[in-house]
Protein backbone atom coordinates (compact mmCIF):
# COMPACT_ATOMS: atom_id res chain seq x y z
CA UNK A 1 0.00 0.00 0.00
CA UNK A 2 1.65 3.18 -0.78
CA UNK A 3 1.50 5.96 1.48
CA UNK A 4 2.48 9.95 1.40
CA UNK A 5 2.45 11.03 4.75
CA UNK A 6 3.32 15.64 5.05
CA UNK A 7 3.87 16.83 8.19
CA UNK A 8 5.29 20.15 9.60
CA UNK A 9 2.49 22.23 8.94
CA UNK A 10 1.39 24.96 11.19
CA UNK A 11 0.22 28.55 12.30
CA UNK A 12 3.29 30.97 12.05
CA UNK A 13 3.41 34.56 11.91
CA UNK A 14 4.31 36.81 8.88
CA UNK A 15 7.94 36.37 8.14
CA UNK A 16 8.57 32.96 9.91
CA UNK A 17 9.74 29.66 8.17
CA UNK A 18 8.32 26.19 8.39
CA UNK A 19 9.55 22.91 6.76
CA UNK A 20 7.13 20.80 5.33
CA UNK A 21 7.58 16.61 5.20
CA UNK A 22 6.84 14.04 3.23
CA UNK A 23 7.58 10.66 4.39
CA UNK A 24 6.86 7.83 1.10
CA UNK A 25 6.00 4.19 1.87
CA UNK A 26 5.55 1.44 -0.27
CA UNK A 27 7.03 3.35 -2.84
CA UNK A 28 11.08 4.31 -3.66
CA UNK A 29 10.53 8.36 -4.03
CA UNK A 30 13.84 8.41 -5.50
CA UNK A 31 12.55 6.81 -8.79
CA UNK A 32 9.26 9.23 -8.68
CA UNK A 33 8.86 12.83 -9.60
CA UNK A 34 7.83 14.69 -6.65
CA UNK A 35 6.26 17.52 -6.20
CA UNK A 36 4.37 20.37 -3.64
CA UNK A 37 1.36 21.28 -4.37
CA UNK A 38 -0.71 23.67 -2.60
CA UNK A 39 -4.86 24.89 -2.36
CA UNK A 40 -6.35 27.79 -0.75
CA UNK A 41 -10.30 28.11 0.32
CA UNK A 42 -11.92 29.23 -3.25
CA UNK A 43 -8.51 28.74 -5.36
CA UNK A 44 -7.35 26.37 -7.73
CA UNK A 45 -5.13 23.64 -6.60
CA UNK A 46 -1.17 24.67 -7.86
CA UNK A 47 1.64 23.28 -8.45
CA UNK A 48 4.78 25.16 -5.67
CA UNK A 49 7.82 23.03 -5.96
CA UNK A 50 8.72 19.89 -8.17
CA UNK A 51 11.60 17.73 -8.12
CA UNK A 52 12.36 15.39 -11.27
CA UNK A 53 13.82 12.22 -11.97
CA UNK A 54 17.14 14.19 -13.59
CA UNK A 55 17.51 16.21 -10.48
CA UNK A 56 16.43 19.61 -11.45
CA UNK A 57 14.05 22.03 -9.55
CA UNK A 58 11.21 24.25 -10.65
CA UNK A 59 9.01 26.64 -8.93
CA UNK A 60 6.18 28.91 -8.94
CA UNK A 61 7.05 32.41 -9.62
CA UNK A 62 5.66 33.45 -6.50
CA UNK A 63 7.52 31.45 -4.09
CA UNK A 64 11.13 31.67 -6.40
CA UNK A 65 13.45 32.38 -3.77
CA UNK A 66 11.97 32.01 -0.38
CA UNK A 67 10.80 27.85 -0.52
CA UNK A 68 13.24 25.16 -1.67
CA UNK A 69 12.48 21.11 -2.43
CA UNK A 70 14.96 18.82 -1.52
CA UNK A 71 15.21 15.21 -0.88
CA UNK A 72 16.46 12.24 1.38
CA UNK A 73 16.59 9.03 -0.75
CA UNK A 74 18.14 7.65 2.13
CA UNK A 75 14.87 8.45 4.39
CA UNK A 76 12.69 8.15 1.27
CA UNK A 77 11.18 11.78 2.14
CA UNK A 78 10.71 14.80 0.66
CA UNK A 79 11.21 18.46 2.34
CA UNK A 80 9.78 21.67 1.42
CA UNK A 81 11.20 24.46 3.16
CA UNK A 82 9.43 27.73 2.93
CA UNK A 83 11.10 31.19 4.71
CA UNK A 84 9.62 34.59 4.16
CA UNK A 85 6.32 33.18 4.55
CA UNK A 86 3.43 35.36 3.58
CA UNK A 87 -0.22 35.33 4.61
CA UNK A 88 -0.62 34.66 0.92
CA UNK A 89 1.20 31.24 0.69
CA UNK A 90 -1.78 29.84 3.91
CA UNK A 91 -3.22 26.81 2.16
CA UNK A 92 -3.50 23.32 2.25
CA UNK A 93 0.01 21.74 1.13
CA UNK A 94 0.46 18.19 -0.72
CA UNK A 95 2.89 15.78 -1.99
CA UNK A 96 2.48 14.33 -4.80
CA UNK A 97 4.64 11.35 -6.52
CA UNK A 98 4.52 10.38 -10.38
CA UNK A 99 6.15 7.42 -12.34
CA UNK A 100 4.76 7.14 -15.71
CA UNK A 101 1.10 6.41 -14.95
CA UNK A 102 1.41 5.91 -11.35
CA UNK A 103 0.07 9.58 -9.40
CA UNK A 104 -0.34 9.50 -5.87
CA UNK A 105 -1.04 11.97 -3.12
CA UNK A 106 -0.45 13.01 0.51
CA UNK A 107 -3.32 13.96 2.29
CA UNK A 108 -1.90 17.42 3.20
CA UNK A 109 -1.33 19.61 5.84
CA UNK A 110 -2.51 22.81 6.51
CA UNK A 111 0.07 26.14 6.58
CA UNK A 112 -1.47 29.42 8.01
CA UNK A 113 0.51 32.28 7.49
CA UNK A 114 -1.01 35.10 9.99
CA UNK A 115 -0.04 38.96 9.44
Known amino acids: QVQLVESGGGLVQAGGSLRLSCAASGINSRFYAMGWYRQAPGKQRELVAK???????DYLDSVKGRFTISRDNAKNTVYLKMNNLKPEDTAVYSC?????????WGQGTQVTVSS
Open 51 to 57: STLSGTT
Open 96 to 104: NAVWGYYDY
